[in-house]
């Protein structure tokens, strides 16, 4: 069992936990990520590390509360516990001997960025940070990102904080302005990846993206997040979750991400492992009343 040592709502919809897990904080890095279950019917679900400490033996981890899994997690509260806590898994961000570079983050997909920033800064790294949201009302870690970066740009969508536009507007401006950029790394949205290395590809700016095809158990067995990179086929979970953007097949990604999106949004689906965890509960509570 892992004990959640700190909670921390950063807007309405998005937490940051910190969960007790020495071995993963004394192994893990930028890029990496977990795989946590709630309990033993639980979906098993990955997210990225956002952060370590050694000393106290924690992991950091931030997510958005969209379905089941991470509405049962967002109940939990300090000094509660979860079942399952595996990692790290994937590759590290290469990051190393990098002078000059931009992080370029996309609403959630800023928590996934910070690690990267603040592995840059460490290294000493002149780090610029560009990240946007929809409105002033969901802008998270700006504080955290001020800490490790040289330069801050916040942009929201409609204009009520920071700059107004998209991040890659803001990319576009600095990069014609004259800044140089050793690397570039891009998290968020695909359409926004996709749109950064459509700037940066003409430049020749080595570009990271982080991908995120739908994935099972983490590990390379299922399958499930097969993702197409310079025509050959990657996994997700154990070649990645980094890739050079400029191998990426995008609109391969996209419809992938899209495969099963009329099963998501029909209210009533049911998920046969639910189903089955369903019955394994029925079953234990009738021999229990027995």
């Not at 040289?150 to 507007?169: A, C, P």
Request: glycine letters at 10%; a negative charge.
């Amino acid at each position: 069992m892992y004990k959640i040592v700190k909670k921390e709502r950063l807007n309405d919809n998005v937490t940051r936990m910190s969960i007790e897990a020495p071995l993963v904080a004394n192994k893990g890095k930028a890029g990496q990520f977990i795989i946590f279950r709630v309990d033993e019917f639980g979906e098993r679900v990955p997210l990225t590390i956002a952060g370590t400490d050694k000393e106290a033996g924690t992991v950091d981890i931030i997510f958005q509360t969209v379905g089941k899994a991470t509405r049962m997690l967002q109940h939990k509260e300090e000094g509660e516990e979860i079942l399952d806590f595996v990692g790290p898994l994937g590759k590290p961000s290469e990051l190393a001997g990098h002078k000059r570079a931009c992080v370029v983050g996309g609403g959630v997909g800023t928590a996934i960025a910070y690690p990267s920033a603040v592995e840059l800064h460490e290294q000493g790294a002149e780090v610029d940070v560009i990240v946007g949201f929809r409105n002033k009302d969901i802008v998270i870690l700006e504080d955290d990102f001020k800490a490790v970066s040289d330069n801050l740009y916040m942009m929201t969508d409609d204009g009520s904080y920071g700059e107004h536009g998209f991040v890659t507007k803001k990319l576009e401006d600095l990069l014609e302005a004259g800044e140089t950029y050793d690397v570039v790394v891009a998290i968020g949205p695909v359409p926004m990846m996709k749109a950064v290395v459509d700037l940066t590809r003409p430049k020749g700016i080595h570009t990271l993206v982080s991908l995120n095809p739908i994935m099972v158990d983490g590990t390379g067995m299922c399958g499930g997040c097969r993702v197409s990179i310079a025509g050959e086929t990657k996994f997700a979970c154990v070649d990645g979750p980094e890739f050079d953007g400029f191998d990426v097949d995008f609109d391969d990604l996209t419809r992938r991400n899209r495969a099963y999106l009329d099963e998501e949004k029909e209210k009533d689906h049911a998920c046969r492992m639910q189903m089955a965890a369903d019955l394994a509960k029925a079953a234990e509570a009738a021999e229990t009343a027995e």
